[in-house]
């Protein structure tokens, strides 16, 4: 992954950058609770980021390697299906 990747996602995930750097755009006394709310969810793209990057290698596998790597198709298969896993567990 990359800096700019990284730097993408903690904006997706609610962190304010500027110049000076970073930090939360709001009143110092919700701060904290913003903070660990944008962390929290800067985590979750970061893991579901690295599950893609991992299931891609299996699929890269596979189509290198077809004739042999039906664990390759079954590995990426679950690695993303690890992903639904816990958005349905997220939601309950």
């Known amino acids: 992954m990359t800096?700019?990747?990284i730097i993408d996602?903690?904006?997706?995930a609610g962190f304010f950058f500027n110049d000076k750097?970073?930090?939360p755009e709001v009143l110092h006394?919700?701060?904290?609770e913003y903070s660990s709310q944008c962390f929290e969810r800067f985590a979750k793209l970061v893991a579901q980021a690295e599950r893609?990057?991992?299931a891609k290698i299996c699929d890269e596998v596979q189509e290198q390697y077809s004739?042999?790597?039906?664990t390759a198709r079954v590995s990426a298969e679950r690695?993303?299906?690890r992903?639904?896993?816990e958005r349905i567990r997220a939601r309950d």
Do not use: I, N, Q
């Not at 996602?9 to 997706?12: D, N, P, S, T, Y």
């Not at 006394?29 to 904290?32: G, P, R």
């Open 83 to 85: 992903v639904s896993a």
């Open 3 to 5: 800096e700019d990747e």
């Open 79 to 81: 690695v993303r299906a």
């Open 29 to 32: 006394t919700e701060a904290l």
């Open 67 to 70: 004739r042999y790597t039906f």
């Open 21 to 23: 750097g970073y930090g």
């Open 9 to 12: 996602m903690a904006k997706v």
């Open 52 to 54: 893609e990057a991992c």
